[in-house]
């Protein structure tokens, strides 16, 4: 099936400065009755973005005014704990279409890439020195450059990340992994003709 394509991101930036986000604290367990992606960005770090009462933490990025935009960026060990689909899928469905990190988990990042979602390792000193950026500066640019496979953020050299061709070939032409088999439908059918 085709979704949204990503090619080059110019945007600016919300960061989450903190190690070893699971994916029970991206959405949490309790949201995952449902079998749908609309709606998931709503709950969406829920546990932070709340207070008990339920009003805005003021203390949380997303709650906070000066930080929006498609890329969000993260520390050591992003999408840790379990193998759960629905954490790219909220993050997707807020408005996230990047993120960039000192480190992810393998499943996450493998999941993400599926769901038109790219994560991005960069060094430890790119990361910290980016969101120090972003807290002095919320109107910071980050441009991320999938056919180049670069990421330029000011006041620090270009940096390139390296991505399976197959996933970017996918995240190019906005095509899931149903989408890709359909892609080639024609070839398909003309195997299955042949040998008949």
Known sequence: MSTQKVTTIQSTAVPLNRNNV???????????????????????????????????NPAFALNNPRFSGSVLVAAH??????SREHAPWALKDYGFQVILAISFADIFRNNSLKN??????????????????????PSLTVTVD???QAVQIPNQPE?????DPYRKKCLMEGLDDIGYTLSHLAEI???EARHA
């Open 22 to 56: 699971d994916t029970d604290q991206i959405i949490p367990a309790r949201f995952l009755k449902g079998t749908t992606k609309a709606g998931l960005g709503e709950k969406l770090f829920f546990d932070w973005r709340y207070l008990e009462d339920g009003s805005p």
């Open 77 to 82: 060990n992003f999408g840790c704990g379990s």
């Open 116 to 137: 038109q979602l790219l994560p991005i390792p960069l060094p430890e000193s790119v990361i910290l020195k980016l969101l120090d950026d972003i807290e002095a500066n």
């Open 146 to 148: 999938l056919p180049r």
């Open 159 to 163: 940096q390139r990340f390296e991505v």
């Open 189 to 191: 059918e003309a195997y």
